[in-house]
């Protein structure tokens, strides 16, 4: 008996888990629905807690280049206080909310190469816990998916997407990273800017929509970085348009001077502010009313924002490397 738990402080025949997703889309903010599956190990075990840990691979910029890591940006206790019998199986259904900022991991069907994660961990008396790790996928929320209609159908196309670690000044994000999207610049843009990087920060009642574009340098001025925010509602997205509130607030980004101070309201569909570079945390504010609209312009979505992934490349990675490499990325952390 002394022998048998000894080799359950090692992981030797303890309980073991396996946590089941439901398949239902998941959105920022939105529940997160499915099973625990327990399995007892060679003896009885006290099952203390069982948590739920969000994790995504995110960058930190230093001095020497970028270093990615896995960061935990939430955590749920749904479970524990009971005792496993041996070889007993049992099985828990569980939901939580995600955090309204979570980043979006596909659009469309397409990934955008961001890797999340769920990690289930047992907190068993007596034993080691061997934990799970499954995948997490988050599509946008109608409100994000109409933004990022919208670019697609004015010509701008996908070309990657990252999780920064740090904050932008001056906005409510609350993550200890954000989602940069980065797009190609459309046709009617492409003299003025070279690349165009879109952030959302999702709240209950809305979100904030970082705009912030490189900027092509003049005959008399160097290239910079331009940045505006727009203040974005959930309500009533289907009745807006789209197109042309975007392209107002692509419009306002261009001919913004970068001299201009930090806070430069502008905008007839909400509030906008511009910031120069390096204000905050490289980004800036902004504000902006708008919301999200369905219908037959998804195909233009997919050719052109998802354009990128269309074809199976995600940021110089096959699609399906994508899913393989979440495991290796957060099973090394663990190690």
């Known amino acids: 008996m002394v022998f048998k738990r000894l080799l359950g402080s090692l992981g030797v025949g303890a309980p073991s888990v396996d946590t089941v997703l439901d398949t239902v889309p998941v959105r920022p903010g939105g529940p997160l629905t499915g099973q625990i599956h327990l399995q007892g190990g060679n003896s009885d075990y006290y099952i203390e807690q069982i948590n739920l840990e969000l994790v995504a691979r995110a960058e930190a910029e ?3 280049g970028e270093h990615e890591g896995v960061v935990l940006f939430d955590h749920f206790t749904v479970g524990g206080g009971f005792r496993l019998a041996e070889g007993e199986h049992r099985s828990l259904p569980f939901t939580v909310h995600l955090p309204w900022e979570t ?4 659009l469309y069907g397409q990934p955008l190469g961001i890797i999340l994660g769920v990690r289930t961990g047992l907190e068993v008396a007596g034993a080691k816990d061997k934990g799970d790790l499954d995948q997490l996928t988050v599509t946008p929320l109608p409100a994000q998916g109409a933004v990022l209609e919208a670019l697609g159908q004015l010509g701008f196309g996908f070309k990657s997407a990252d999780l920064e670690l740090g904050h932008i000044g001056g906005t409510a994000q609350r993550l200890p990273f954000y989602q940069e999207i980065e797009l190609t610049p459309a046709p009617q843009y492409a003299h003025a800017i070279n690349e165009l990087e879109v952030t959302f920060l999702a709240n209950p009642g809305g979100m904030e929509v970082v705009l912030e574009a ?17 203040t974005v509602s959930h309500e009533g997205v289907e009745h807006r348009d789209w197109n042309t509130e975007v392209d107002a607030w692509i419009r306002q980004l261009v001919d913004h001077r970068a001299s201009h101070g930090p806070y430069e309201h502008g905008g007839s569909y909400g509030h906008g502010e511009s910031y120069p570079h390096g204000y905050g945390h490289g980004h800036s504010d902004h504000h902006h009313d708008g919301h999200h609209r369905s219908g037959p312009s998804t195909g233009a979505v997919v050719a052109g924002v998802a354009a990128g992934v269309a074809v199976g490349v995600v940021g110089g990675m096959v699609a399906a490397e994508v899913v393989d490499e979440i495991g290796d990325a957060f099973e090394e952390e663990e190690d």
């Open 214 to 230: 490189d900027k092509r340098g003049g005959l008399f001025s160097g290239g910079h970085d331009a940045l505006t925010l727009f």
């Open 62 to 64: 230093h001095e020497d």
């Open 103 to 106: 980043p979006i991991t596909e």
